[in-house]
């Protein structure tokens, strides 16, 4: 743990445990209650820190800390390989936009402005000038999840470090390691000392006296939406930004490119082993090119590469733990006996799921209701725009939907109608760049990440009135 400048050990620890193999990654101490008082406390000091500089100085730290993880690039990548399970070529993929969302922040961090306001609009406001300007909030406490244990920690912390923010970080219980490099980054790219504090341990003790610590100003959490609700009615009257995952819906016209659709679903449905907040999830086929669809998808999926992630040629590895792939095994179960039908995999590996693809009667199961978060996807038919708008829109989340189509009209259709964040066009809904609003409606969530946004959560607005 990292506490006012300081790493500190426990006796007791935690281990944090390869996925693919079981072998031990490494350990962290158990923090509890009382260190998040004290880092809370340090926080309170970083916070003063923080207020001594200036934006181009925390611009020089960001963009340093861009250039730290650069220069480990490599080291960080098997390091969440080994902790997290994502192949090589995800990992990679994470490091190098990590790289880009604190190179993003630092940009950020020099663009904080307000505007001037016209008061004198008004009889009252005569002989007087307004301005406003943006605040930092004050401390953020940070909890961030296991599938993105950097790259997420990023997007939590640059931009709060950006709008000159303390921050108190509990990084995910069963991948903290990278995020503890990143500490260590952060403070030899000349970071206050008492400006980052990270505790590590069980969300249920650390999450919760975080959220509800009277010091702290705002929440930014991802995870799933039941432990996002506990976290607002603890959190009581703070800003939050509350990422809170979803079951992605895409939907495919009859005009549309299949191969480029099944080339993008094939990845963005299995990435991760599919435990992406934004992973495909749900496809919605037109029906005149349903069967067409599906003899392709089917075999694309199955012949999908599992083994161990450091193997350069591995496509899809394993589930973070051995109990979430036998509950995903389980709700695969559970549809097939409500009337769906398995096409391919759905079975248990070790620590894998097989990639799966199911169809049939699925809407009275949990694999279309919930977020499964496993290499899984549940395709089904459509007779028109209508029926397929309504689809997408059958569900409690409401984070990004994707659409494939030529008809520009259809197009714009989505776009106004599906009830979400984003919308991508001919593209899968797992699309994501670091400086894109990104953020959801509907039990998905409240509030916006990505550098500029998040900047705009991370700070107060502040109204300033003169008499000339």
């Known amino acids: 743990m990292l506490i006012g400048g300081e790493w500190i050990e426990r006796k007791e620890t935690i281990d944090v445990v390869n996925p693919y193999d079981g072998s031990i990654v490494g350990r962290v101490a158990q923090g509890t209650k009382s260190d998040v008082v004290r880092a809370v406390a340090a926080a309170e000091r970083g916070l003063e820190q923080m207020g001594r500089l200036t934006a181009a100085e925390r611009a020089e730290i960001l963009l340093r800390t861009a250039g730290g993880i650069e220069e480990r690039s490599e080291d960080l990548s098997r390091l969440i390989a080994r902790e997290v399970g994502k ?12 790289v880009s969302t604190f190179t993003f922040s630092s940009e950020e961090a020099k663009r904080i402005h307000g505007e001037t306001i016209p008061v004198d609009a008004v009889a009252a406001g005569k002989g007087k000038w307004g301005v406003s300007i943006r605040v930092p909030v004050g401390i953020v406490a940070a909890i961030s999840p296991f599938n993105f244990p950097l790259n997420l920690v990023a997007h939590k912390v640059a931009p709060a470090l950006a709008a000159g923010n303390a921050v108190v970080l509990k990084p995910a219980t069963v991948t903290p ?29 650390i999450g919760d006296a975080l959220s509800g610590h009277p010091a702290v100003r705002m929440v930014t959490f991802t995870g799933s939406m039941e432990v996002g609700e506990k976290i607002c009615r603890t959190a009581g009257l703070k800003k939050l930004t509350m990422e809170l995952g979803s079951n992605s819906p895409v939907i495919l016209m009859e005009d549309a490119n299949l191969e480029a659709a099944v080339r993008k679903i094939r990845t963005a449905g299995y990435a991760v082993a599919g435990q992406v907040c934004i992973s495909v999830q749900r496809v919605i086929v037109h029906e005149a090119v349903y069967d067409e669809f599906l003899s392709k ?5 199955d012949s999908l590469r599992m083994g161990d992630p450091l193997d350069e040629t591995t496509e ?23 009337g769906a039908r398995l096409e391919c995999g759905g079975r248990i590996d070790g620590p894998f799921l097989t990639p799966a693809v199911l169809t049939g009667d699925v809407r009275r199961s949990r ?30 989340y409401g984070l990004q939907a994707g659409v494939f189509t030529e008809r520009l009209g259809d197009a714009l259709r989505v776009i106004r109608e599906v009830e979400v964040g984003g919308v991508m066009v001919n593209e899968a809904p ?9 953020g959801g409606v509907k039990g998905s969530g409240l509030g916006r990440e990505g550098a500029r946004y998040a900047v705009e959560e991370m700070t107060e607005l502040r109204m300033i009135g003169f008499q000339i």
């Not at 192949?87 to 990590?98: I, P, S």
């Not at 038919?381 to 409690?396: C, F, G, V, W």
């Not at 797992?430 to 990104?438: A, G, I, L, S």
């Open 177 to 205: 390691l990278v995020a503890i490099e990143l500490g260590r980054i952060l403070l030899e790219a000349g970071l206050p000392s008492h400006a980052l504090g990270i505790v590590t341990g069980p969300g249920s003790e």
């Open 367 to 396: 694999v279309w209701t919930h977020e499964l978060f496993a290499p899984a996807i549940v395709v089904v038919r459509a007779k028109n725009l209508d029926e397929a708008i309504q689809l997408a829109n059958d569900s409690p």
């Open 87 to 98: 192949t090589l070529g995800e990992a990679r993929g994470e490091v190098g936009r990590a």
């Open 316 to 338: 899809l590895g394993p589930m973070i733990t051995e109990d979430e792939v036998g509950r995903a095994a389980a709700w695969i179960e559970d549809a097939i006996a409500s």
């Open 430 to 438: 797992t699309f994501r760049v670091d400086n894109m609003p990104y």
């Open 297 to 301: 998808i089917v075999p694309a999926v």
